[in-house]
């Protein structure tokens, strides 16, 4: 029932900023690691950034001092805010939410956003 909902992508100038958002519905007691992924086309998709529960935050090497994550544990909900965009940021960014406890009933990749859309381009 898990799901996450995500909005805040679009197209964006370089230099220019976007907020990304996203919000777990169907768990109100799991404690949920969250962060954000980006897939560019033809490449892996990688980690941008994500946060655990207790609050340490992991970013990118190519994003750090330019995006900052954040998130509201009482909503279950993780923001990128992403200003000095570069068109090497274009993707397709998903949010990712897995459980900290562990349990074999719980994906081993946790939850999935359907992706939103970034594009970095003048």
């Known amino acids: 029932q898990v799901q996450l909902v995500e909005s805040g992508g679009g197209l964006v100038q370089p230099g220019g900023s976007l907020r990304l958002s996203c919000s777990v519905v169907?768990?109100?007691?799991?404690?949920?690691?969250m962060g954000w992924y980006r897939q560019a086309p033809g490449k892996q998709r990688e980690l941008v950034a994500d946060i655990t529960s207790g609050g340490t935050i992991n970013y990118a090497d190519s994003v750090k001092g330019r995006f900052t994550i954040t998130r509201d544990n009482a909503e279950n909900s993780v923001y990128l805010q992403m200003y000095s965009l570069k068109p090497e940021d274009t993707a397709v960014y998903f949010c990712?939410?897995?459980?900290?406890?562990?349990?074999?009933?719980?994906?081993?990749?946790?939850?999935w956003g359907q992706g939103t859309q970034v594009t970095v381009s003048s």
């Open positions: 990712n939410a897995r459980h900290e406890a562990i349990n074999s009933d719980y994906p081993r990749f946790g939850y």
């Open positions: 169907g768990s109100r007691i799991s404690i949920f690691t």
